[in-house]
């Protein structure tokens, strides 16, 4: 098929279930293919990554956006993405990230270890304690959406008791990011939308009578301080990094735990070898990203891959497929967790790099261990729901059995160390 029937197929419900086969269609067509008037799907790796650093590529600015979709001012969903540093461009996107960036430096995170263990193991008891029976229970329900949830929302000083708020509010809102959006689809996000930024809004005048040690603290005091954040984008970041914050998590850990369950002999060698859970979770990142796609247009001309990009092109930098480019990785479709530096690009790269990642990565790093050792005997139970999302792929019910817990397991995971081959 030609590379516009192989990204039709993508854009499908099947396509958008499993993806890959698409992505190996286009790929067909070289790393950079045209798919339409005006519109690239990037499917390699190197040329992902360059257009991704390259500043005359950008994400689509308002006044794109205003030819694009003339009446985007009034959806709740699409002006609070807009507002954020995920669709903004330098200077405003570099302004808006320094504000936040505090919260998220190497040390802050490494810092975390210890509370993300302890939540971590207090849901896999709870996980334990819902399947002792041995019924099926939802994995994404139990343990992937409130560890990454939990973790987001003490950062930015969300009670513990208003978290569960979040799961349906953020799905619906995350519709928007998805490159075909129908109208049931922006009604669902913009009441999702609607909903966050009402929380946000009660959330920022309770900061303002009494501050805390959070990061909404952080961000009020910014805006209250003169013209470092506006009042909307205000809002609109501090939804974004609640919704990023788990929604890009939650999606990790239940990807993540069905390929580990689908390779025992590696879920094995990680039980035996928690120090080796960085260069897995880097290799689950590679072989079933959880974000699978963003988008950029080109400002000026720009050529990559032996393609000629015109000013105002639109590109699909197919992500997912990048991460399983042979170019780059040999024998892609094989989970490998000790290739050699698979750097993935699950996280985009350059400018827009996401500011979580370390984060991320510090809760999969520290879930996946203590799941496979205080639950040996962990299975898939049933045949688990995808989310019919392409760009946020992840399940939304993922029925386990959780067996019986190892005796005397321990509550703690080791610290991760350089990987290595067991």
Request: charge should be neutral.
């Amino acid at each position: 098929m030609d590379a516009a029937q192989a990204l039709a197929s993508l854009m499908s419900p099947e396509g958008r279930v499993d993806p890959y086969p698409a992505y190996e269609w286009l790929r067909a067509h070289g790393p950079v293919a045209a798919a339409g008037p005006g519109l690239y799907a990037v499917t390699g790796h190197a040329e992902a990554d360059e257009l991704l650093r390259d500043p005359r590529v950008q994400v689509l600015d308002d006044n794109l956006r205003d030819g694009v979709m003339p009446q985007w001012r009034d959806s709740p969903a699409l002006a609070s993405i807009a507002r954020s540093m995920l669709r903004t461009n330098p200077p405003d996107h570099s302004r808006m990230r320094r504000l936040a960036a505090a919260a998220f430096t190497p040390r802050r995170i490494a810092g975390l270890r210890d509370v993300v263990t302890a939540q971590a193991a207090e849901l896999i008891d709870t996980l334990a304690a819902a399947g002792r029976d041995g019924r099926p229970v939802d994995f994404m329900t139990h343990f992937a959406y409130p560890l990454p949830v939990g973790v987001i929302c003490a950062l930015l000083g969300v009670p513990a008791a208003d978290r569960p708020l979040f799961r349906r509010w953020a799905a619906d809102l995350t519709g928007v990011l998805e490159p075909e959006l129908t109208p049931d689809e922006l009604a669902s996000a913009d009441a999702g939308a609607t909903e966050l930024r009402r929380y946000f809004t009660e959330l920022v005048a309770a900061r303002r009578r009494r501050p805390a040690d959070d990061l909404t603290t952080a961000l009020v005091q910014a805006h209250d301080a003169g013209d470092r954040l506006s009042a909307e984008e205000l809002l609109a970041n501090l939804v974004i990094l609640l919704v990023a914050g788990f929604e890009t998590t939650t999606n990790l850990l239940g990807n993540g735990l069905a390929v580990l369950l689908a390779h025992p002999a590696a879920a094995d060698a990680l039980r035996r070898h928690p120090e080796h859970a960085p260069a897995y979770v880097d290799e689950l990142l590679r072989y079933d990203s959880p974000v699978q796609l963003t988008t950029r247009t080109t400002a000026e001309a720009v050529r990559v891959g032996g393609v000629e990009l015109p000013a105002g092109s639109w590109l699909l930098l197919l992500l997912g497929a990048a991460n399983r480019d042979p170019r780059r990785h040999p024998d892609p479709d094989r989970f490998d967790p000790w290739r050699a530096a698979p750097s993935p690009l699950s996280f985009g790269a350059g400018p827009h790099y996401c500011l979580g990642a370390g984060l991320a990565r510090l809760e999969a790093q520290v879930a996946f261990p203590l799941l496979l050792r205080r639950l040996p005997e962990l299975v898939p139970a049933g045949t688990p729901r995808r989310r019919i999302r392409l760009t946020l792929r992840g399940y939304d019910n993922l029925p386990v059995t959780v067996g019986r817990p190892a005796p005397g397991a321990d509550h703690g995971a080791p610290a991760g160390t350089a990987p290595g081959t067991p």
